[in-house]
Structures are given as structure tokens and as C-alpha cells.
């Protein structure tokens, strides 16, 4: 094993802040990323059926 404690593993030498705010910022960016795509996906299927809610409308 290349560290000898936990401790030693996040403080991967003084580096541990850099190397786990990058690993957090990614997280975050890609959760938020995820995110969007489903909130994004969800208000176009709600646009779609009202859309074809009102296009049923004006046909009766």
C-alpha cells in the first residue's frame, strides 16, 4: 500500500486539499449536469402534452 494510514491517504502528502476539492468540484459539476438534463427532459415532456393538449382543443 503506498500510505501507511488512513490519515496519510487524505493528506496524500499535503496535496490531500487539492486532490479532494477537484474530486468534490467534479462531483458537483457532474451531478449538477445530471440534473439539469432530467429537470430539462421533464419541463419538454410537459410542453409536449400541453402542446398537444391544446392542439386536441381547437379540433373539437
Given at each position: 500500500m503506498a500510505f501507511n494510514?488512513?490519515?496519510e491517504f487524505f493528506a496524500m502528502g499535503h496535496h490531500g486539499v487539492y486532490v479532494w476539492t477537484s474530486y468534490g468540484l467534479?462531483?458537483?459539476a457532474i451531478a449538477y449536469l445530471v440534473w439539469q438534463?432530467?429537470?430539462?427532459?421533464q419541463r419538454?415532456?410537459?410542453?409536449q402534452i400541453?402542446?398537444?393538449k391544446r392542439g386536441q382543443q381547437h379540433e373539437s
Open positions: 494510514s488512513l490519515a467534479t462531483f458537483l438534463a432530467k429537470a430539462q427532459r419538454f415532456f410537459k410542453e400541453q402542446q398537444l
